[in-house]
C-alpha cells in the first residue's frame, strides 16, 4: 500500500459526507464498486496526481480491497453508509445524519 494514499467510496447517487482525500484536483475513477448482494455502487474518488501514477493500480489494491469489504458488510444494514474512506489500516465510515421531525 502506497504512503499517504487515501481512497474514498461514495454512495452513487449521494453527496460526500465527510471531506475527501486530500489534494487539490480529485479524480473519480472509472469503475465504481458494487454490492454484491444487491445493486447500490460506490464510485470511488482519490488525489488526481496519485490516481495517474505509476505505480497506483499495485498500491491502491489492498485499499480498494478493504472498501470492497466494507460495502458488502454494510449491506445489512441497508446501506446507510453513504461514504467510505481508508488510508490503510482502518475504513472510516461516514453516514447522513437522519432529519428529526418535527411536530408543531
Same mark, same amino acid.
Given at each position: 500500500?502506497?504512503?499517504? +494514499?487515501? !481512497?474514498?467510496? !461514495?454512495?452513487?447517487?449521494?453527496?460526500?459526507?465527510?471531506? +475527501?482525500?486530500?489534494?487539490?484536483?480529485?479524480?473519480? +475513477?472509472?469503475?465504481?464498486?458494487?454490492?454484491?448482494?444487491?445493486?447500490?455502487?460506490?464510485?470511488?474518488?482519490?488525489?488526481?496526481?496519485?490516481?495517474?501514477?505509476?505505480?497506483?493500480?499495485?498500491?491502491?489494491?489492498? +485499499?480498494?480491497?478493504?472498501?470492497?469489504?466494507? !460495502?458488502?458488510?454494510?449491506?445489512?444494514?441497508?446501506?446507510?453508509?453513504?461514504?467510505?474512506?481508508?488510508?490503510?489500516?482502518?475504513?472510516?465510515?461516514?453516514?447522513?445524519?437522519?432529519?428529526?421531525?418535527?411536530?408543531?
Amino acid at each position: 500500500m502506497g504512503v499517504d +494514499l487515501t !481512497i474514498a467510496a !461514495i454512495r452513487s447517487g449521494t453527496d460526500p459526507v465527510g471531506k +475527501l482525500p486530500e489534494g487539490a484536483f480529485h479524480r473519480w +475513477l472509472e469503475t465504481p464498486l458494487g454490492c454484491p448482494k444487491c445493486d447500490v455502487s460506490y464510485n470511488l474518488v482519490v488525489d488526481w496526481e496519485r490516481a495517474n501514477g505509476r505505480w497506483f493500480e499495485e498500491e491502491s489494491r489492498g +485499499l480498494v480491497r478493504m472498501l470492497k469489504k466494507a !460495502i458488502f458488510m454494510g449491506h445489512g444494514s441497508g446501506h446507510r453508509v453513504t461514504h467510505f474512506e481508508t488510508a490503510g489500516v482502518v475504513v472510516k465510515s461516514f453516514t447522513v445524519a437522519e432529519k428529526a421531525e418535527v411536530k408543531a
